[in-house]
């Protein structure tokens, strides 16, 4: 009898022992390509750096640790009246428009992508006769709103930030219809309805001087939730379908894999992009947040690329509870100005290795959904099978992965609790393998990276016509240029690609 029940006793534990080993299953079924991840370009409410470059330097562009490469910045109704700084050489503007340039022009060097979002038309064009959106019963303020005989106003306005930012030598990428037009508001504020926001994009956005400011892209308005009723009445329409570029929204109250799939889902339909421009995830804003909510924010990286996202832009870029410190002693020790905080290497996972590849899909045998124990997502880009791995819990194991592929070798970068932050270390692997086991410690967030066998016949038989490639690059918006710079997409005529840097 005793000698049954240790047996019984062995087979439980080893019940347990492969109860705690998590498969993931990889498919070459292919969804978004990422464009990539950024901040906003402020640490206050819209208070832009100005000549304080650091956080941009810190944060943008391939040689960076972080490697940033979306920067969103606002296109402030404001005067500046007859403030001036003669040291900016700025265009002749009267708009408050100066504060972004140093570290937009910054960004551009390093070959990432700038987009200009108005919180609110200037005053004289809306309904209330102020910047500001009206949510204020002490001052009795009207809902602000464009007014109907302005429509033919606002798309000039955004062509003259265009040329500002041109003639102080920012190209801007794109530019937003409205910052949150759902969300009544005390500061500077617009409200739109879905039907507002068609009209106008519908019968307007044709004045939006594309080829003057090198083919600037137009990103519907941002609503507060990712309300999908606002993005699904422009897509619906043909005409302003082929007006919109990008569709946008945060997700404030409302999970990546809720308004925002449902969003994306007809947005995908139309090869449209999908952002997420703006979210905080604030846990507790008294203090610097603890590792499981960074572990956390990991999460919603990732229900953003499950959900559809082609590009994730966080909120503030230098906050106590963002990617680099204020100096603000209240908020603890490791709060040190314009040094990174360890937000800024968790955003790393997914801004130095998943910008520029295509989310594959990828199962695991355990529950999925928001804020999961465990989650996964997989990409390929180039030679690279990448396989995201968060962990919330506190038991350490190994990962079984299965891959569409044979690879031959292999990365680990982990990042988990008392400063181990994006430690390295590689993957053995003797020979090629389409399945293969890999450490997965507690409380951690894992970045496999693994290169392909090119010589897997699953994956393509290469002639001596293959073997002779020729290349062409495209910038992280698609389009394809001729003299490659800064970061952009390599792509072979023997149907690889990758995203590389080109110096000028």
Known sequence: MKKNFTLILALVAALAVQARVITIT??????????????????GAMC??????????????????????????????????????????YWDSPYDWKGSLPSAK?????????????????????????????????????????????????????????????????????????????????????????????????????????????????ISAEPLGFDPNYSNMLLQDETARNQIDIIAGHIYGHPPLVNLK???ELASKYGKEVWMTEHSVTDNIQRLPNWHEQLL????????MQAGCTGYIYWYMRAHWAFVGTGESEYGADNVKNQLLPRAYVMAHFSKHVTGSTRLDAKCNTA??????????????????????????????????????????????????????????????????????????????????????????????????????????????????ETPHGVCIEKCSDGSSRVVYMEQ
């Not at 990889?26 to 901040?39: K, L």
């Not at 924010?297 to 953003?304: D, G, V």
Request: a negative charge; proline letters at 5%.
């Open 26 to 43: 990889v498919s070459d079924v292919r969804y978004q390509t990422i464009t990539g991840f950024g901040a906003a370009c402020c640490d």
């Open 48 to 89: 832009p750096f100005g000549n304080d470059t650091q956080p941009v330097k810190l944060l943008y562009g391939p040689k960076s640790k972080i490697g940033l490469n979306i920067m969103r910045m606002e296109i402030s109704p404001n005067f500046i009246g007859d403030v001036v700084v003669p040291e900016w050489n």
């Open 106 to 218: 910054i960004v551009k060097e390093r070959g990432g992508i700038v987009f200009g979002t108005p919180w609110s038309p200037p005053g004289e064009y809306k309904t209330n006769g102020t910047a500001q959106g009206g949510n204020s019963e002490d001052q009795g303020y009207q809902h602000g709103e464009l007014r109907e005989d302005c429509y033919d106003k606002f798309f000039p306005w955004l062509n003259t930030f265009l040329e500002y930012m041109k003639s102080n030598g920012v190209d801007v990428d794109a530019v937003s219809v409205q910052n949150e037009p759902d969300w009544w508001v005390s500061y500077s504020g617009c409200l739109y309805t879905p039907q507002q926001q068609l009209n106008l994009v519908k019968n307007y956005a044709h004045m939006l001087d594309r080829e003057t400011y090198n083919g600037v892209r137009l």
């Open 262 to 264: 449902n969003a994306a």
């Open 297 to 304: 924010f990991a999460e919603e990286l990732n229900e953003c």
């Open 368 to 481: 999925t959904g928001t804020n999961a124990a465990f989650e996964t997502t997989a990409y390929i880009k180039g030679d690279s099978l990448i396989v995201m791995a968060i962990d919330t819990t506190a038991n350490s194991g190994d990962l079984k992965i299965k891959l569409p592929f044979k690879v031959k070798s292999g990365i680990h970068v982990k990042s988990t609790a008392n400063d181990c932050l994006l430690q390295e270390s590689t993957i053995d692997i003797a020979e090629p393998v389409d399945e293969i086991m890999v450490e997965k410690p507690e409380r951690s967030l894992n970045t496999y990276i693994f290169i392909i066998d090119r010589e897997d016949e699953a994956i393509r038989e290469f002639t001596q016509a293959d073997r002779k490639v020729s290349k062409t690059y495209y910038d992280l918006s698609g389009r394809r240029m």
